[in-house]
């Protein structure tokens, strides 16, 4: 692997990526020309909610779309490859090597018939990190690493035999076999218990920092983003609306989108009534024109039906696609009033 | 007298039995005693495994449990016999958790709403279709949907028509068991004010089932927190909150993620070994109550 990692440089530069479904009624996009940055040693929190295209944009970057989805355009530059132009066994070789992913349920992500060791054993020997004979020591350092108690009986135990947090920990330890550059994790805590899910967001810090790699964090719970995210980037109906430093976006959120879940949170005088977001999640396929936040929109004014709004500067490093922020237009009088800048708490 | 009254409430399972052993006892509910009080949210929180979803369900004998008491205005309803359960379960109805499997895929919106009423053998056919339309309203869904079926309604949406058909019979108990965990959190916020709007024009009371306590802290008065079937902590909400005083509250609190990137995290881990597992709840301050 040829190392070219300029100071500057992003680890993965996902531009203008693409992803549609082939429908009765014609390709429909599931990710419509998203664009991100993740730097080395970074964590990306990837909030949305169901129906957003998260995964999907998770799926694509690793080339593991299913039909009727495909990719449709776009560029993921990883470590200065264009992964979208390599051949499938390059992109075999990426898989798990230099790029892991951690899935939501890890009880459907193991195999039930093999024992973990065997299933971490697996991912070390495929990429050449170990042989036969030392695959089952590095397997159980593995399981040590992720802090599994008795790693050296536990790692001849079935899926089925361990609870839901200690899988989600072979889960991590799998994707860690190869110590890779980038770990994409979605919805890594969703199914777990919230005391089991604060240790495994911790143990994902941990290791985080300790094998200096960098996160995808893909959530839609935005607790879990604040605790552990460096950047956030907002995804709703296919599009990123919002992208910024993890403070900016919780204190001074640019996109109403983004506004209205920090406010639908519970947080203020208990009792009182919650600030919903109206409507619901527009549908693949069914988007309505322009912003397709619009037809929810607490701020909506004529121009946001238009087009879909580019990315406007909000503050350093934050973009939202909200005609709000457009500094050459002239705001009409009910969009230039300042957006709500109380903290979710 | 509260409107409900659970006292020493205990469900066993029995686990792996076959005709010639008897399998392993399981305490899912081990001696649970709460009382709720008419108009009052009153919470009921614990993690997967906890006791606390087969506790709502032996409240309303849809699963029987073993020993122990539920008294609905003062009358023990697990000495009822059939029929007078029934008509019991017309003031205590329940919303389940997840509004893609609670409600039949072949049934269209208006008959699942319906359904209640024609068990019970209410009102005339048109008087039904009447109900139908006004609890539809109630609960903000749009009349023109009535004939639709299941799939063609959003998450939302589901959940609406599983409390317009828990609302059917007037009840003026409801168990909710996670009624919002399963929707997303820009609708949860939707259904959250609906079941407090409800609350106050019905008169309800709740018994709140979660595993979020951000919410909890918001809707509920008082809370019970579960731990291994146990009740092991039980406050008003504010109390709990400020200060708990079980070694699995505090683990628990420490635990939420809060939504802040600047708020102070300092995560209190339970450690089980250390957890008196025989303590019984004493009162520490009025009306909080802890098994320490």
Known sequence: MPSLNQEDAPLLRVDRLTTVFDTARGPVPAVDAVSFEIRAGETLGLVGESGS??????????????????????????????????????????????????????????????????????????????????????????????????????????????????????????????????????EPTTALDVTIQAEILDLLREMKSALGLSLLLITHDLGVVAGTADRVAVMYAGRIVETGPVRAIFRHPGHPYTRGLLASMPGGRPGERL???????????????????????????????TAPPPDYPVGAGQEAKCYLHDPAARRPADGSRQPERDAAR | MPLVEVSHLVKQFTRGAGLFHGGTTVTAVDDVSFAIAEGETFGLVGESGSGKTTTGRCMLRLVEPTSGEVRFRGENVLAFPRARMRQARRDMQIVFQDPYSSLNPRMRARQIVEEPLVIHRIGSRAERRARVAELFELVGLNAAHLERYPHEFSGGQRQRIGLARALALNPSFLILDEPVSALDVSIQAQVINLLMDLQQRLKLTYLFIAHDLRLVEHICSRVAVMYLGK??????????????????????????????????????????????????????????FAAV
């Open chain 1, 53 to 186: 295209g998260k995964s999907v944009t998770a799926l694509s970057i690793i080339r593991l779309v299913q039909p009727p989805g495909r990719i449709a355009s776009g560029r993921v530059m990883f470590k200065g490859r264009d992964l979208m132009t390599l051949g499938e066994r390059e992109m075999q070789r990426v898989r798990g090597a230099d790029i892991s992913l951690i899935f939501q349920e890890p009880m459907t992500a193991l195999n039930p018939v093999f024992r973990i060791g065997d299933q971490i054993a697996e991912t070390l020997l495929v990429h050449g990190r170990a042989t036969r004979r030392d695959a089952r020591a590095k397997s159980i350092a593995l399981l040590r690493s992720v802090r599994i108690p008795n790693a050296d009986s536990r790692i001849d135990d079935y899926p089925h035999q361990l609870s839901g947090g200690l899988r989600q920990r072979v889960m991590i330890a799998i994707a860690l076999a190869c110590q890779p550059a980038l770990v994409i994790a979605d």
């Open chain 1, 275 to 305: 600030r919903a977001i109206d409507g619901s999640v527009p549908l693949l396929g069914e988007l309505p024109p322009g912003c397709a936040f619009t037809p929810r929109c607490p701020d909506r004014f004529d121009r946001c039906p």
């Open chain 2, 231 to 288: 009740i092991v902590e039980m406050a008003p909400t504010a109390a709990l909150f400020a200060a708990p005083q079980h070694a699995y509250t505090r683990a628990l609190l420490s635990a939420i993620p809060i939504p802040d990137p600047d708020a102070p995290r300092q995560r209190i881990v339970l450690d089980p070994a250390t957890v008196n597992r025989d303590a019984s709840l004493r009162e520490i301050s009025a009306g909080h």
